[in-house]
Antibody, heavy 120, light 106 residues
Framework: EVQLVESGGGLVQPGRSLKLSCLASGFTFSNYGMNWIRQAPGKGLEWVAS????????YYADTVKGRFTISRDNAKNTLYLQMTSLRSEDTALYYC?????????????WGQGVMVTVSS | DIVLTQSPALAVSLGQRATISCRAS??????MHWYQQKSGQQPKLLIYGASNLASGVPARFSGSGSGTDFTFTIDPVEADDIATYYC?????????FGSGTKLEIK
């Protein structure tokens, strides 16, 4: 059974940093590109970042470029999102998501999400 | 960025057909996908490539369209279908989602 379990969220002050993790199981993690997608409270979905299976290709939304860093450790089956210079508008539920096929742009497995609240 | 426009809400009677539209600001060919998100849950992929049913999804759900105009249909609507439905395009980076259509029962 495919599982994606996010962790590392919490309450953080503006300007501070936070690192999210997503532990994957039930599939060959190293074969898949992975993504972070977020959802602000009561709002819609926003793609945040993607990373290819071997970390060769990395993309970011303009809203987080230069502040967030996506990475992965295939030996640990874990995806990461390092978030720095956090702003109130980064407050959201952050999902990691696996594409339907190895590097596709649509997602058949999502984690439960981890909440990040940026507030003083 | 490609903007996807959805109507905010739709009210349908049980057993009837629900049709949700999604219009793209430029052509995405057939790279349109649909998700269902129930309250407090993560999104679930229903349709990919405009018209392909994802694994395990009932045939009551269907999708059509290409280019800039897409339609998602539930026929017949069941009580369990109460949710917000999102379209998403993967034709161009960045990936973008519509703002969602909340399906309500009359």
């Amino acid at each position: 059974e495919v599982q994606l379990v996010e962790s590392g969220g919490g309450l953080v002050q503006p300007g501070r940093s936070l690192k999210l993790s997503c532990l994957a199981s039930g599939f060959t993690f190293s074969n898949y590109g992975m993504n972070w997608i977020r959802q602000a409270p009561g709002k819609g979905l926003e793609w945040v970042a993607s990373i290819s299976s071997s970390s060769s290709y990395i993309y970011y939304a303009d809203t987080v470029k230069g502040r967030f860093t996506i990475s992965r450790d295939n030996a640990k089956n874990t995806l990461y999102l390092q978030m720095t210079s956090l702003r109130s508008e980064d407050t959201a539920l952050y999902y990691c998501a696996r594409p339907y096929y190895y590097s596709g742009g649509y997602f058949d497995y999502w984690g439960q999400g981890v909440m990040v609240t940026v507030s003083s | 960025d490609i903007v996807l426009t959805q109507s905010p809400a739709l009210a349908v009677s049980l057993g009837q057909r629900a049709t949700i539209s999604c219009r793209a600001s430029e052509s995405v060919r057939s790279s349109m996908h649909w998700y269902q998100q129930k309250s407090g849950q993560q999104p679930k992929l229903l349709i990919y490539g405009a018209s392909n049913l994802a694994s395990g999804v009932p045939a009551r759900f269907s999708g059509s369209g290409s280019g800039t105009d897409f339609t998602f249909t539930i026929d017949p609507v069941e009580a369990d279908d109460i949710a917000t439905y999102y379209c998403q395009q993967s034709r161009n980076d960045p990936l973008t989602f519509g703002s969602g259509t909340k399906l309500e029962i009359k």
